[in-house]
Nanobody
Framework: QVQLAESGGGLVQPGGSLRLSCEVSGRAITTDGMGWFRQAPGKEREFVATINWVGVISYYGDSVKGRFTISRDNAKNTAYLQMNSLKPEDTAVYYC?????????????????????WGQGTQVTVSS
């Protein structure tokens, strides 16, 4: 059984930073793409960031580009999302996901339907 466990969420002031982690068990992610999505109250879930299985191709949503960085450590079966310069509008539940798609096409890596396994989410609240 594949399980994804997100951690690192919490309350942070505007301008602050958080680092989310996503540890995967039950499956080696060495050939999987990894993604982060988020869902704010009353809104649909949206794409945040993705990194391909090799770890050299990454894409970001327009609202987080330049502030968030996705990375991965295959030896630890873990993906990360470094979030800097946080804004109140970044407040959401952040979900980690795994895709078995091994390509690098942005139009596929940014789609929810391409992801096969999902975590339960971690709350990020940006407020003063």
């Amino acid at each position: 059984q594949v399980q994804l466990a997100e951690s690192g969420g919490g309350l942070v002031q505007p301008g602050g930073s958080l680092r989310l982690s996503c540890e995967v068990s039950g499956r080696a992610i060495t050939t999987d793409g990894m993604g982060w999505f988020r869902q704010a109250p009353g809104k649909e879930r949206e794409f945040v960031a993705t990194i391909n299985w090799v770890g050299v191709i990454s894409y970001y949503g327009d609202s987080v580009k330049g502030r968030f960085t996705i990375s991965r450590d295959n030896a630890k079966n873990t993906a990360y999302l470094q979030m800097n310069s946080l804004k109140p509008e970044d407040t959401a539940v952040y979900y980690c996901a795994v895709t078995t798609y091994t390509g690098s096409l942005r139009q596929r890596l940014t789609l929810e339907k391409e992801y096969n396994y999902w975590g339960q989410g971690t709350q990020v609240t940006v407020s003063s």
